[in-house]
């Protein structure tokens, strides 16, 4: 399963999720100027790529044939 490209897809989507989390969470606990211009953005980012990353894994078991 490692080898199939569509699962690399998969994990490369989680992970850029995970670290625009990271970084949002960094944000949040150091505050200061870069969050207050930024918490907002970042946020809507996250949200935007869970949202890819969910679809994603929704095609993945998809065309596994999961469902």
């Known amino acids: 399963m490692a080898s ?5 897809i998969v994990a490369l989507s989680c992970l850029i999720v995970l670290g625009i989390l990271i970084l949002g969470v ?4 150091k505050g200061g100027e870069f ?17 890819v990353a ?5 095609l993945f078991v998809f065309i596994r044939g999961g469902i």
């Open 4 to 8: 199939d490209p569509l699962f690399i």
């Open 26 to 29: 960094g944000a949040f606990g």
């Open 35 to 51: 969050n207050k211009r930024n918490a907002n953005r970042i946020m809507r980012w996250r949200i935007g790529a869970q949202f």
């Open 54 to 58: 969910v679809l994603l894994i929704l």
